[in-house]
Nanobody, 122 residues
């Protein structure tokens, strides 16, 4: 059974860089045709796709966040990481990692982590 678990700080100060890691167990992040995404949900709003890293290492970013987002992976640890720079209070959200089912940014998932709440405050 594939499980995803997000980890990282619950509180980040404005202008800092948020770094979250997704640890995948029960399956490899390099599995064929596997795409792994970061999604977030601000309070009172819908899901927002942030970016995806594919099984071959290809990376896709939301145009709205591309200038501040970096996604990379560590295949030896079966993890992939999100970095979001220059955070503001508007970046406060529940952050999820997931394995895509319907294509990049489809909001259709085979598996999704439980999410981690991130607050941006000084």
């Amino acid at each position: 059974q594939v499980q995803l678990r997000e980890s990282g700080p619950a509180l980040v100060k404005p202008s800092q860089t948020l770094s979250l890691t997704c640890t995948v167990s029960g399956g490899s992040i390099t599995c064929n045709d596997c795409y792994w995404s970061w999604i977030r949900q601000p309070p009172g709003k819908g899901l927002e796709w942030m970016g995806t890293i594919g099984y071959s290492g290809s990376i896709y970013y939301s145009p709205a966040l591309k200038s501040r987002t970096s996604i990379f992976r560590d295949t030896s640890k079966n993890q992939f990481t999100l970095q979001l720079s220059s955070v503001t209070p508007e970046d406060a959200a529940v952050y999820y990692c997931a394995r895509e089912r319907g294509g990049v940014g489809s909001f259709e998932f085979y598996y999704r982590g439980q999410g981690t709440q991130v607050t941006v405050s000084s």
